[in-house]
């Protein structure tokens, strides 16, 4: 019997959505960045983009365990000389949550083309109402 592999013309694709509600960040984005990479399908090959859409609302009511509020650091690089601008995880979840939840799950990702179209699958919105209603996606639990 020879190994299943999967070709890109034969990938169904489900919608899931997640309600990222007084969850932990890091635990939305492992169970995410699974699923938008494959590896919770049967028929999961390493170098085709065999994973499915997924829809993250509320990224907003999300939790950080600890002292990470205060703590963590998120750094960007304007690429001129002085140009680091610094931001900690309280100023991300107040003014800028999809990003933060964003970063999260695409450095979960690989770093390669293949990680880019798997990123592209991935919407995060900050209250609970999404534009994807239409594509009927089933609700995904996170544990």
Not at 33 to 38: I, P
Not at 87 to 100: C, F, G, L, V, W
Not at 101 to 108: D, P
Not at 110 to 122: I, V
Request: aromatic share 8%; with cysteine.
């Amino acid at each position: 019997m020879s190994t299943f592999l999967q070709k890109k013309e034969n990938i169904e694709r489900t919608w899931y959505v997640v309600d990222a509600t007084g969850l932990p960040l890091g635990r939305v984005a492992t169970k995410v960045a699974t699923v938008l990479r494959g590896k919770h399908k049967p028929t999961y090959t390493p170098y085709v983009d065999c994973g499915d859409y997924v829809i993250v609302v509320n990224a907003d009511k999300v939790v950080l365990t600890g002292n990470k509020l205060n703590d963590k650091m998120y750094y960007n690089h304007s690429g001129y000389p002085g140009g680091l601008r610094e931001r900690n995880a309280k100023t991300m979840i107040n003014e800028y949550p999809e990003e933060m939840m964003e970063r999260a799950i695409k450095g979960m990702l690989p770093h390669n083309r293949l990680g880019r179209a798997m990123g592209k699958k991935l919407f995060v919105y900050r209250d609970a109402d999404h534009k994807h209603a239409a594509q009927k996606p089933v609700e995904l639990k996170i544990d």
